[in-house]
């Protein structure tokens, strides 16, 4: 069984900062891709930044220059830290990871339960 829990999320005002952590816990043995995706009211789940194994990072447009990924490997950790935040970040923000919980077995995708992030104008 494994489990991903995010925490951090919250209401802030525009200009400010959250950062969003998110842990895996459970039967791992390797956990290749983590990312942050986001959902707003009435639209689709979008990718908002991805981090692998080596620290490679991808990042949607909209957030260059203002969000950062992280991970910790030894925790099973990834970070989100959101600054200048604006009001079309408001969204659930929801943790992804790639894992594979056995060493002789496949990697599957596992979803968190979400964290609720509003930015007020």
């Known amino acids: 069984q494994v489990q991903l829990v995010e925490s951090g999320g919250g209401l802030v005002q525009a200009g400010g900062s959250l950062r969003l952590s998110c842990t895996a816990s459970?039967?791992?043995?390797?956990?290749?891709?983590m990312g942050w995706y986001r959902q707003a009211p009435g639209k689709q789940r979008e990718l908002v930044a991805t981090?692998?194994?080596?620290?490679?990072?991808n990042y949607v447009d909209s957030v260059k220059g203002r969000f950062t990924i992280s991970r910790d490997n030894a925790k099973n950790t990834v970070y989100l830290q959101m600054s200048s935040l604006k009001p079309e970040d408001t969204a659930v923000y929801y943790c992804?990871?790639?894992?594979?919980?056995?060493?002789?077995?496949?990697?599957?995708?596992?979803w968190g339960q979400g964290t609720q992030v509003t930015v007020s104008s």
């Open positions: 459970g039967s791992i043995f390797s956990i290749n891709v």
């Open positions: 981090i692998t194994s080596g620290s490679s990072t």
């Open positions: 992804n990871a790639d894992l594979r919980p056995r060493a002789w077995g496949l990697s599957y995708n596992y």
